[in-house]
């Protein structure tokens, strides 16, 4: 038999690509999932439960939430007790955050929390749509980020998607959501 070579000091890998979190980094992520899926059930434990149209009440989707978060961690903690997270791929993306995109998508979110008793629900998640996606494209840079042709586009396709939204809510579901009118459809 012969003995295996040691490995040269060129095989030896580097400490910043493509490491794996510690297995206490690992343990971290799973109790604070499972952290989080306790204070979603403790907050579901403040809303009432009657059960309103369709036998649900207002209670379900956070103890649902919850009880999928806690399935969720608990499986991450499994993982890192049975051999830690495996298949892991080398952490991608740019070396630090994009402060300009964070920008565009932060100020989409915070106008759309101001306007949205203003101006109502669709032209309010418009913008919030607009702002984050043009903060998106600078992030990833295309060309195409500032345009005039990209903006109408994208304010297009974000009424596209919140007229029907909350069309679907107040005139299907019933629920009140603020409009620019007193009709229900603007």
Same mark, same amino acid.
């Given at each position: ?23 206490? *980094? ?12 306790? *204070?979603?059930?403790? /907050? ?10 369709? /036998?649900? /009440? ?19 903690? +499994? ?9 892991? /791929? ?23 929390? *101001? ?39 994208? *304010? ?10 909350? +069309? ?16 229900? +459809?603007?």
């Amino acid at each position: 038999m012969t003995e295996p070579l040691a490995p040269s000091p060129t095989d030896a890998p580097d400490p910043g690509a493509g490491a794996v979190p510690s297995r206490r *980094a690992q343990t971290i992520v799973g109790c604070g999932v499972l952290l989080v899926a306790a *204070a979603l059930a403790a /907050g579901a434990l403040q809303i009432p439960g009657e059960a309103g149209y369709g /036998g649900v /009440g207002p209670n379900f989707l956070p103890w649902l939430v919850s009880a999928v978060l806690a399935v969720c961690g608990g499986f991450l903690l +499994w993982e890192v007790f049975s051999g830690g997270f495996r298949s892991m /791929g080398a952490p991608g993306g740019a070396a630090r955050a994009d402060r300009q995109a964070f920008v565009w998508v932060s100020a989409g979110l915070l106008l759309n929390a *101001a306007l949205i008793g203003t101006v109502g629900f669709i032209l309010s998640c418009t913008l919030c749509y607009l702002l984050a996606v043009q903060g998106l494209r600078r992030a990833a840079h295309q060309p195409a980020a500032g345009s005039p042709r990209t903006w109408a586009v994208d *304010a297009f396709t974000g009424l596209a998607i919140s007229a029907p939204v909350f +069309w679907a809510f107040t005139q299907f579901l019933a629920i009140n959501l603020p409009g620019l009118t007193q009709t229900g +459809w603007l």
